[in-house]
């Protein structure tokens, strides 16, 4: 099936500094790519929608400042936590939606294990 | 109403048994639905889209039933490796975003 990677696979950082997570899709071309937050004992939640060339989509109650997100290409997007605290602290997971398959699969990456300090 | 419902578990069982997941969704104009299969700590994975005339892999199998806004997972025969949590997933009524309830865990020993 269709891979998606993401870089870091774990980061620990201190208060206030700024995280970039990367999410690729390997094999294919994703015009649409999703970041979703997930905390211990939780569902994943959709944090935004990125779209390739154009702003990203953020869900209700999520800080488009605090999180940055750039989808520059087809098969690459970032997101930025700026100015991170330990509340911040999470499981980022990233998935894209292969335009190839009939069923609407996404495709998720192995997520981004994030410790703020 | 939370979109996704899930009876959270943990659902043990020894190894052999069946098991079934309920799920509910809010949103009847939903039209896409999957269970996905999360390990601890590691991303979710497509077990298996659900169809409106039901469907099955294997030892899985998944109903839909669209009037009570139902949608289930049966596993059969259960063996170790299912031990996981179990995601019950729909996708938006704008089709753009999949919606998760909290997922079922299953911890299958022997």
């Known amino acids: 099936g269709a891979v998606v990677s993401q870089h870091p696979s774990r980061v620990i950082c201190k208060s206030g500094t700024s995280v970039k997570i990367e999410c690729r899709s390997l094999?294919?071309?994703?015009?649409?790519m999703f970041w979703y937050r997930q905390f211990p004992k939780k569902s994943l939640m959709l944090m935004a929608t990125?779209?390739?060339?154009?702003?990203?989509?953020?869900e209700q109650g999520v800080e488009k400042d605090k999180f940055l997100i750039n989808h520059a290409s087809l098969t690459l997007s970032t997101l930025t936590v700026t100015s991170a605290h330990p509340e911040d602290s999470s499981f980022y997971i990233c998935?894209?939606?292969?335009?190839?398959?009939?069923?609407?699969?996404?495709?998720f990456g192995p997520g981004t294990r994030l410790t703020v300090l | 109403r939370k979109e996704v419902e899930q009876d959270p578990g943990p659902f043990n069982v020894p190894e052999g048994a069946t098991v079934a997941f309920n799920c509910t969704y809010s949103?009847?104009?939903?039209?896409?639905f999957f269970w996905y299969r999360q390990d601890c700590r590691k991303e979710p994975k497509l077990l298996m889209s659900?169809?409106?005339s039901g469907n099955e892999d294997g030892r899985f199998t998944a109903q839909l039933n669209r009037a009570s806004q139902y949608i289930s997972l049966l596993i059969r025969d259960s063996k170790l490796s299912d031990s996981a949590t179990y995601l019950c997933?729909?996708?938006?009524?704008?089709?753009?975003?999949?919606?998760f309830g909290k997922g079922t865990t299953l911890s299958v020993s022997s």
């Open positions: 998935s894209a939606r292969d335009p190839g398959s009939p069923t609407n699969e996404q495709f």
């Open positions: 094999d294919f071309q994703a015009t649409t």
């Open positions: 990125s779209n390739e060339g154009s702003k990203a989509t953020y």
């Open positions: 949103n009847s104009a939903s039209q896409s």
């Open positions: 659900v169809y409106s």
């Open positions: 997933v729909v996708l938006n009524q704008a089709g753009t975003a999949l919606i």
